[in-house]
Nanobody, 122 residues
Framework: QVQLVESGGGLVQAGGSLKLSCAAS????????AAWFRQAPGKERSFVAA????????YQADSVKGRFTISRDNAKNTVYLQMNSLKPEDTAVYYC???????????????WGQGTQVTVSS
């Protein structure tokens, strides 16, 4: 069993940066791939970025490539999302997820956090 808790969200101006953290409980977290998804008001949840269990490979949605970076520190059981050059359209609730494979398909993840709000003002 893995429990995930996100933090680091908040209000930022367009062009600014935020770093989200996802703290995991459970000794086996290092064996799971992890990902970030987001859901804007009135929209479906969408893939943001994913990372393999060892951190050797990462994947990003086209909309965030070059601006967002996913990373992890398995010694700290934590996954991060560094978000730079934020845009108003990045406003959403951001969710951390853990699963057996690094994929953009949300249903394939086994565990989810409660989410953290990111608001980007213009």
């Amino acid at each position: 069993q893995v429990q995930l808790v996100e933090s680091g969200g908040g209000l930022v101006q367009a062009g600014g940066s935020l770093k989200l953290s996802c703290a995991a409980s459970g000794r086996t977290f290092s064996s799971y791939a992890a990902a970030w998804f987001r859901q804007a008001p009135g929209k479906e949840r969408s893939f943001v970025a994913a990372i393999t269990w060892g951190g050797g490979a990462t994947y990003q949605a086209d909309s965030v490539k070059g601006r967002f970076t996913i990373s992890r520190d398995n010694a700290k059981n934590t996954v991060y999302l560094q978000m730079n050059s934020l845009k108003p359209e990045d406003t959403a609730v951001y969710y951390c997820a853990a699963g057996r494979a690094a994929t953009a398909k949300g249903p394939l993840y086994d565990y989810w956090g409660q989410g953290t709000q990111v608001t980007v003002s213009s």
